[in-house]
Nanobody, 124 residues
Framework: QVQLVESGGGLVQAGGSLRLSCAAS????????MGWFRQGPGKEREFVAV????????YYADSVKGRFTISRDNAKNAVYLQMSSLKPEDTAVYYC?????????????????WGQGTQVTVSS
């Protein structure tokens, strides 16, 4: 069984930065994808960023491109999301997700495993 545990959320002023972490346990993903999604109040869960574990290729939603950076630590089996120049519209619960395949990795259907989420609130 795979477990994903996020951390690093909190309250930050607009223009500030936060770094989210996601630690995976139960299995090492050697050829899969790990991603970040978010769900704002009254909104559907949306794709933020993903990294293909084996090659390090990354993809980002247009809304965060240039402000957020996803990275991984193979030794720790962890993925990170560095968020900079945060805006109030970035306020959401951020979820870490993982899967054994690299299909549909920019959509929620592409992931079998999800963390419990961590709240990020950006004040104006």
């Amino acid at each position: 069984q795979v477990q994903l545990v996020e951390s690093g959320g909190g309250l930050v002023q607009a223009g500030g930065s936060l770094r989210l972490s996601c630690a995976a346990s139960g299995r090492t993903f050697s050829s899969s994808a790990m991603g970040w999604f978010r769900q704002g109040p009254g909104k559907e869960r949306e794709f933020v960023a993903v990294i293909v574990w084996s090659v390090g290729t990354t993809y980002y939603a247009d809304s965060v491109k240039g402000r957020f950076t996803i990275s991984r630590d193979n030794a720790k089996n962890a993925v990170y999301l560095q968020m900079s120049s945060l805006k109030p519209e970035d306020t959401a619960v951020y979820y870490c997700a993982a899967d054994d395949s690299v299909r549909y990795i920019t959509t929620t259907r592409g992931y079998a495993y999800w963390g419990q989420g961590t709240q990020v609130t950006v004040s104006s």
